[in-house]
């Protein structure tokens, strides 16, 4: 199955600024010492085992430093990989090869280890009726890749920012009024103001959880709950709304 890659634009503007970061066409060692005409063969291979993701974003970074490098993946994104598989490799001039091997693999090992952490929740919960999903506590600047490789891991994307998805949660909650009427006329604001968007209320007792029953949201968090707390609001939703 094709997993949905993130957006050209982002991971070009992430690659150029992760490069800049690193300061790559300045990059003082390799300049003084290597030959520019120089051409070198590289080989990306795993460690361990796990789930690579990113692959194909490494290669852009080679590609922002020379459109003379060759690279090709050996692993589609979102398979599993074990220790001494080759992965990818790239040829080409040694000096940007050299400048941007940090970079590509920063971004493949981080994205790698959310998609091998994915999968393992994934596998846990096969066979249910239950799917892993993900939270808006991502790296600042990367979200895009770190929901991607969520995705490469098998893993379910929630919302991706404040407007795809609205969610009334306990900080709302507070500032509002915890009543049933209050959270049933938010969601009815809500609604109005932004027709089609589905609505999630967080609630950490099942106390709140009446309250937010009754207020209709198309999902309810059940947060900090234990697993007896989360079963009986299981039985008490009776299939009406998602729970996570």
């Not at 609604?191 to 999630?200: D, L, M, N, S």
């Amino acid at each position: 199955m094709r997993i949905e890659p993130p957006p050209a634009e982002v991971v070009d503007s992430i690659v150029h600024t992760a490069l800049a970061e690193d300061r790559a066409l300045e990059d003082i060692t390799t300049q003084a010492t290597i030959n520019p005409q120089l051409n070198a063969f590289a080989r990306l291979v795993a460690k361990q085992e796990g789930i690579v993701c990113g692959l194909d974003i490494a290669g852009e970074v080679f590609a922002a430093l020379n459109s003379k490098i060759i690279y090709e993946t050996h692993s589609p994104e979102g398979t599993a990989v074990t220790p001494d598989m080759l992965v990818a490799v790239a040829t080409g001039p040694a000096q940007p090869l050299l400048a941007g091997e940090r970079t590509a693999l920063n971004l493949v090992q981080h994205l790698s280890g959310i998609a091998t952490l994915t999968r393992l929740y994934v596998d846990l919960v096969a066979g249910t009726n239950c799917v892993i999903l993900d939270t808006r506590k991502t790296t600042p600047g990367l979200r895009d890749l770190e929901k991607y490789a969520v995705r490469c891991g098998g893993g379910t994307n929630h919302r991706r920012d404040l407007v795809q998805m609205a969610m009334i949660k306990d900080n709302h909650r507070k500032a509002i009024g915890q009543q049933a009427d209050t959270l049933v006329e938010a969601v009815t604001t809500i609604r109005q103001r932004a027709p089609g968007i589905p609505v999630e209320i967080e609630v950490d007792s099942l106390d709140e959880l009446g309250a937010a029953i009754a207020a209709k949201p198309e999902w309810i968090l059940l947060d900090n709950m234990t697993i007896e707390q989360m079963r009986n609001a299981v039985g008490l939703v009776e299939g009406r709304v998602k729970l996570e």
